[in-house]
């Protein structure tokens, strides 16, 4: 007759203790934006070509020459914390984050050697990354493509 009430102070036991103890592990992410968010992230991580770039304001004609010889030449790598870009005459470093996802939709802020924040929305499609950057004077849209 003992059976059933040690079976009872057992699952009684469980019921109490299970919420603490059947969470989700130290470190991990307890809700879904979290989750997103590193989700993008990790989707970003990689080797990127430049393959176009469109400016929402005309460039100065010196300008505009230093961006039509990124096209096809600008490599942009993203390893969790750190993009850099490397091209013709260009080499740069930016820390960034995923601020933002959803699904294959993302936001992006990278920010520059004096911590000045750049804003950029994408949408991951298939093995490219179709962005618009929002910060003055970077304002355009363009499109990445995966290469690693």
């Given at each position: 007759?003992?059976?059933?009430?040690?079976?009872?102070?057992?699952?009684?036991?469980?019921?109490?203790?299970?919420?603490?103890?059947?969470?989700?592990?130290?470190?991990?992410?307890?809700?879904?934006?979290?989750?997103?968010?590193?989700?993008?992230?990790?989707?970003?991580?990689?080797?990127?070509?430049?393959?176009?770039?469109?400016?929402?304001?005309?460039?100065?004609?010196?300008?505009?020459?230093?961006?039509?010889?990124?096209?096809?030449?600008?490599?942009?790598?993203f390893?969790?914390?750190?993009?850099?870009?490397?091209?013709?005459?260009?080499?740069?470093?930016?820390?960034?984050?995923?601020?933002?996802?959803?699904?294959?939709?993302?936001?992006?802020?990278?920010?520059?050697?004096?911590?000045?924040?750049?804003?950029?929305?994408?949408?991951?499609?298939?093995?490219?990354?179709?962005?618009?950057?929002?910060t003055?004077?970077?304002?355009?849209?363009?499109?990445?493509?995966?290469i690693?």
């Amino acid at each position: 007759m003992r059976f059933p009430q040690t079976a009872l102070v057992i699952a009684v036991g469980l019921a109490l203790v299970a919420p603490v103890g059947c969470g989700p592990p130290r470190g991990t992410p307890r809700d879904a934006a979290e989750i997103a968010r590193q989700e993008a992230a990790r989707r970003l991580v990689g080797e990127w070509l430049l393959v176009s770039y469109q400016p929402e304001t005309a460039l100065e004609p010196m300008f505009a020459g230093l961006l039509a010889a990124q096209m096809g030449t600008l490599v942009a790598r993203f390893d969790g914390q750190q993009m850099t870009a490397t091209g013709t005459g260009v080499g740069t470093t930016r820390r960034y984050r995923v601020t933002q996802a959803n699904g294959d939709r993302l936001t992006v802020v990278t920010y520059d050697e004096s911590g000045i924040a750049y804003d950029a929305v994408g949408e991951l499609r298939g093995n490219e990354l179709w962005f618009a950057s929002l910060t003055i004077p970077w304002r355009g849209r363009g499109v990445l493509r995966r290469i690693r």
